[in-house]
């Protein structure tokens, strides 16, 4: 029910954009997240954005390079994510809320994607 894109191989310093297809009925009124997993490592937040789009929250470690926004007439998310760093090399996982405000608990999210592998080299 979420389909992830956007995902690749990125030098350090480039950009990526994700996004993140689902449906109505699926994500309409829910908040949406993004989460990463780096090998070895557990799946962390990197931010999130409520119901409408008028509120947003970055992790600390991504907060001024990436932004998410969201275009609800086409149930798609997106993460801009500028002056990537080796460090963001993880699978990106979009997720759907349970509530419309937003969250960055792991189990506030009830639908999650496949993942999208995002590669930063150096």
């Known amino acids: 029910q979420l389909v992830e894109s956007g995902g690749g191989l990125v030098q350090a310093g480039g950009s990526l954009r994700l996004s993140c297809a689902s449906s109505?009925?699926?994500?309409?009124?829910?908040?949406m997240g993004w989460f990463r997993q780096a090998p070895g490592k557990e799946r962390g937040f990197v931010a999130a954005?409520?119901?409408?789009?008028?509120?947003?929250n970055y992790a600390d470690s991504v907060k001024g390079r990436f932004t998410l926004s969201r275009d609800r007439a086409k149930n798609t998310m997106f993460l801009q994510m500028n002056s990537l760093e080796p460090e963001d090399t993880a699978v990106y996982y979009c997720?759907?809320?349970?509530?419309?405000?937003?969250?960055?608990?792991?189990?506030?999210?009830?639908?999650w994607g496949q993942g999208t592998l995002v590669t930063v080299s150096s």
């Open positions: 997720a759907v809320a349970r509530g419309s405000s937003v969250t960055r608990h792991f189990s506030g999210y009830n639908y």
């Open positions: 954005i409520n119901w409408s789009g008028g509120s947003t």
């Open positions: 109505a009925r699926t994500s309409s009124n829910n908040a």
